[in-house]
């Protein structure tokens, strides 16, 4: 999708005298993709994460190549399904959160079937 | 300097392909099926130790997937097209040239790059492109394009090595090259294979201390090459434009028997598009359309029945609906009632560049009444095709197309349509 950008005001009818003045077009992957072969797309199920303003049917912008620190809000495999939480390490000891009161967190265990997918760097929310 | 290769190659691909997305078969057996649903194309390493054969037929293995509860895939490669473009972007970072070899495997000029330590920037490179794309590679380096690709045989078939291996060393090789039977040589077929073995050469050392003159005249040259580049000599060279396609082909068994006319000519317009839109891809044009129509040679008590033909076009085209016509004609020519047709397919030969000035006639007097050529418009409909998949197909193609080969057990299109992204809690 290209969305020209102006500097200027349009007159209609008019031959515009910002014509010249077309700067870029601004591409939505621009902003919010950075390594596209690392990103991917992925829909949210649930309300764990509503606090984070995630809603159900929300699409994840997902960033496989960013290094899953804590606080990140990420992707992860967890016992052979994905699900979305926020990473976090209180006391040296890893938990996934849930941003909804209702979810438990989840402690990070050695023997915990865990693989962190990737990192989501955007949310798109229809409204 | 001396040289540096590196050969990329993805394991299991398109078992990983499905894997990425579905963790939870993650160690599990399972494996992928061709077109139609017929034979193994890809193996976990769970089925390979079952001791299941690649190219197998499904019914032949029905009790080893049940007893095992193997999970079958059928081939997805929007899917499977869409993660090597991924794979493929992530290598580039690595080697100033690279050649995407096959849809899983490219080969990385690495002289000059990592001289210090070429096992540490292998795994580098695993490790990133494991990372960034969830697939999970072998890296074969050595001075030759052979040695590479055995190299990375060794790596993927002993886990020692921890999936990076390099054969600059003459020492190594030697060690490797006697353990290995010649079969796996990059280039040796198993009929090049026999003919080897009947002169006592077994393993690839057996081969790599042959005198290349000698093999030239007993094999051919390729096979001489191959001998020198086991001893670390070059010539093949790495390929980095990849060649626009001098032929395409589209074909594909139909998921029952079809009789009537109507129905094979719908699968052929159907195939001419594909080519048509491939053709396009590659900024060609196309002289020459050749069409295949034949019963199953399986079906032993059926009346079998098999042709071809061919029909030079006046004007290269690269317009479906030009190929679509010609096609009729050649099947009006070729189609009898009375069999169960089980496969047919279209093959465009006498390829070139669609900017070569080509031998258009000045009064494009088709002999023929095809359509002129029209080429904005079919620019026109890839690229609303390019935006809403499938969204404009010509009439000809039907609407039903119940010869569709069958892809039942098809993941979604994760990567490449919006409706189908992976699901996370």
Request: proline share 5%.
């Amino acid at each position: 999708m290209a969305i020209p950008l102006f500097s200027g005001k349009v007159a209609a009818g008019f031959p515009s005298p910002a014509d010249d003045y077309i700067e870029k077009n601004l591409d939505l992957n621009e902003l919010l993709v950075q390594k596209p072969a690392a990103t991917f797309f992925v829909r949210a199920q649930g309300e764990s994460m509503l606090g984070a303003g995630i809603h159900p049917n929300d699409i994840l912008v997902v960033d496989r190549s960013i290094d899953p620190v804590p606080g990140k809000i990420v992707i992860c495999a967890l016992n052979g399904e994905l699900t979305v939480k926020r990473l976090a390490r209180d006391n040296e000891q890893w938990q996934l959160k849930a941003e909804n009161p209702d979810y438990p967190d989840i402690v990070i265990y050695e023997e915990l079937d865990m693989v962190i997918w990737g990192v989501v760097t955007n949310v798109i929310h229809a409204l | 300097m001396q040289t540096l290769l590196a050969l990329v190659d993805c394991n299991n691909f398109y078992v990983s392909c499905e894997r990425v997305f579905r963790p939870d078969l993650i160690r599990k057996p399972m494996l992928v099926l061709s077109n139609n649903d017929g034979c193994v194309v890809a193996r976990s390493k769970e089925v390979k130790d079952l001791g299941i054969k690649m190219g197998v037929p499904l019914f032949q293995i029905q009790q080893l997937v049940k007893q095992h509860q193997i999970k079958l895939f059928s081939s997805n490669y929007t899917l499977y097209a869409d993660m090597s473009s991924r794979v493929m972007s992530t290598l580039e970072a690595f080697a100033p040239t690279m050649e995407v070899y096959s849809i899983d495997e490219a080969f990385l000029d690495l002289t000059g790059v990592c001289y210090q330590d070429p096992i540490a920037y292998g795994h580098l490179i695993k490790k990133t492109v494991v990372r960034a794309t969830g697939i999970p590679v072998c890296v074969g380096m050595g001075p030759t394009k052979t040695l590479a690709k055995l190299a990375n045989f060794a790596a993927k078939k002993w886990c020692k090595t921890g999936g990076v291996l390099d054969l600059s060393d003459p020492v190594r090789r030697e060690k490797l090259m006697r353990i290995v039977p010649v079969g796996e040589v990059w280039g040796i077929g198993s009929r090049t294979t026999v003919k080897l073995q009947h002169l006592g050469i077994h393993s690839v050392w057996d081969l790599a201390t042959q005198s290349s003159q000698r093999i030239q005249s007993q094999f051919n040259i390729v096979v001489a090459k191959t001998v020198m580049e086991l001893n670390g000599t070059s010539c093949f060279q790495l390929e980095e434009i990849s060649a626009n396609k001098q032929q395409i082909v589209c074909s594909r068994s139909f998921s029952r028997r079809l009789t009537e006319y109507k129905e094979l000519f719908e699968a052929l317009a159907e195939f001419c598009s594909r080519a048509g839109e491939k053709l396009r891809r590659q900024h060609s044009v196309t002289g020459c359309l050749t069409i295949f129509i034949r019963t199953s040679p399986f079906n032993i008590h059926e009346p079998q029945y098999q042709r071809s033909a061919t029909i030079k076009l006046g004007a290269a085209t690269q317009d479906t609906r030009i190929l679509i016509n010609a096609a009729d004609r050649l099947l009006k020519e070729i189609f009898k009632t009375g069999y169960s047709y089980q496969k047919c397919g279209v093959q465009l030969s006498l390829i070139r560049s669609e900017s070569t000035p080509g031998q258009f006639e000045l009064f494009d007097i088709s002999d023929n009444d095809l359509p002129m050529e029209n080429r904005p418009l079919m620019a026109t409909v890839d690229q609303i095709n390019r935006r809403f998949p499938k969204a404009i197909s010509i009439a000809a193609t039907g609407f039903e197309q119940s010869w569709k080969p069958r892809a039942e057990r098809i993941s979604p299109r994760y990567t490449t349509d919006w409706q189908e992204l992976a699901h996370v809690k």
